[in-house]
């Protein structure tokens, strides 16, 4: 691989795509691909044939999905899955049938079952049943890792799984029926912050469930660095997670996003949403041991997501399904 190695990300427009993005420009890299969904629907196997007949990508990173936070997931099961199944398969085959050398897959760390011991290791996958609200979003990632360990088993191609924890950061999704908690939480506490401002009154904010499950989190640009890392090294196994091997509880995220936006009132807990899995915090010894770690505390990486947000507000996403 060299800067001329055309490159394809795939969902080049999202928070995760537009990362990597940036990072490879950053690098030097002059040769890249990017496609928006309306002038390439990667669901569809005819377009997505002729895209890779006409532009022959080298190398592809693999950051096109349907995404969004425990609600949309829970309420749109068929979209999840199917949707993913159709994309990942598209990208996953056309790279094999027209020799791309390396690929990309980003999952998640949904794949692994509710229950399975923390830290979260990569063996543990398939070894018992999944998380209820998420189930067909991770049915569909888990056969994209088993995609591209089959082509790596059975051709000898260097296709990589990176399974990142939640994200969060610049250009997310701040959608609050689709969007995840932290993006959530920042636009919640910003929008009661600034109506207190107009009327003089505390705004209470209301927050899903309650309180207690345990995230991780990572900030984006620390992604499209692991994804960098991983194009430039050719590492031993199919499939790697990606995080920063701590997690707090949910309600202590809300207390610390409130304090950098500058919120002043009560939280009040909905416990008629759901509270999805307890805990889903990563074993990152692998990565680790390979030559990678993260590197942005939470605090900073709120910070900047707070600031991108106040500048950026007339750019949200309505992600409608
Ligand atoms: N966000 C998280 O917390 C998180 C956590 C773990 C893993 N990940 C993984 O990271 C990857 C990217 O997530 P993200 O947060 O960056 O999502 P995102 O901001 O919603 O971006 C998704 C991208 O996928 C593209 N896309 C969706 N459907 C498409 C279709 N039918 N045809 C072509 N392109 C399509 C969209 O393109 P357009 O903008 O052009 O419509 C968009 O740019 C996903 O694989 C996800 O599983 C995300
Ligand atoms: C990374 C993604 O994580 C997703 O799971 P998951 O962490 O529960 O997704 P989130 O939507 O980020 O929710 C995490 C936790 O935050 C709570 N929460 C509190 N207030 C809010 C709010 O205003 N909005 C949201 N969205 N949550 C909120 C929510 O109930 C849940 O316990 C999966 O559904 C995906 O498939 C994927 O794996």
């Not at 932290?182 to 904010?205: C, D, N, Q, S």
């Not at 991780?216 to 194009?231: G, H, I, K, R, S």
Request: glycine share 6%; proline share 4%; with cysteine.
């Amino acid at each position: 691989m060299n800067k001329q190695t055309k490159i394809y990300i795939a969902g080049h427009r999202g928070m995760v795509g537009s990362a990597i993005w940036r990072k490879l420009e950053a690098e030097g890299y002059a040769n890249l691909i990017g496609k928006t969904s309306k002038e390439l629907d990667l669901r569809d196997q005819k377009a997505v044939t002729e895209f890779f007949e006409s532009e022959k990508p080298e190398v592809v990173i693999d950051a096109a999905a349907r995404v969004g936070g425990i609600l949309a997931n829970n309420d749109y099961p068929y979209q999840f899955l199917m949707e993913n199944l159709q994309i990942q398969n598209n990208l996953i085959d056309l790279s094999h049938i027209n020799d791309v050398e390396k690929f990309i897959f980003l999952g998640s760390s949904c794949i692994y079952p509710k229950h399975a011991p923390q830290p979260l290791k990569e063996e543990y996958l398939l070894t018992d049943s999944l998380e209820p609200t998420n189930e067909w979003y991770a049915i569909a990632k888990i056969a994209g890792v088993k995609a591209c360990e089959a082509i790596r088993k059975q051709f000898g191609k260097d296709y990589i799984s990176l399974m990142p924890t939640n994200l969060y950061g610049t250009h997310d999704n701040f959608d609050l029926k689709t969007s995840h908690v932290l993006p959530a939480m920042i636009r919640k506490f910003h929008e009661a912050k600034i109506k207190m401002e107009k009327t003089g009154h505390k705004e209470p904010v209301e927050l899903w469930g309650s309180g207690s499950p345990m995230r991780e989190f990572l900030f984006v640009d620390d992604l499209a660095d692991a994804a960098y890392f991983a194009l430039q090294n050719k590492l031993p196994e199919n499939l790697y997670n990606i995080g920063t091997g701590k997690d707090l509880t949910i309600k202590e995220l809300a207390e610390l996003i409130q304090k950098i936006v500058g919120h002043e009132g009560e939280i009040i807990w909905d416990s008629s949403k759901p509270d999805g899995t307890p805990r889903k915090l990563m074993d990152v010894d692998k990565m680790k041991n390979a030559g990678w770690e993260a590197n942005t505390y939470l605090k900073e990486g709120i910070k900047k997501t707070y600031q991108w947000f106040s500048e950026n507000q007339d750019k949200f996403k309505e992600v409608k399904l």
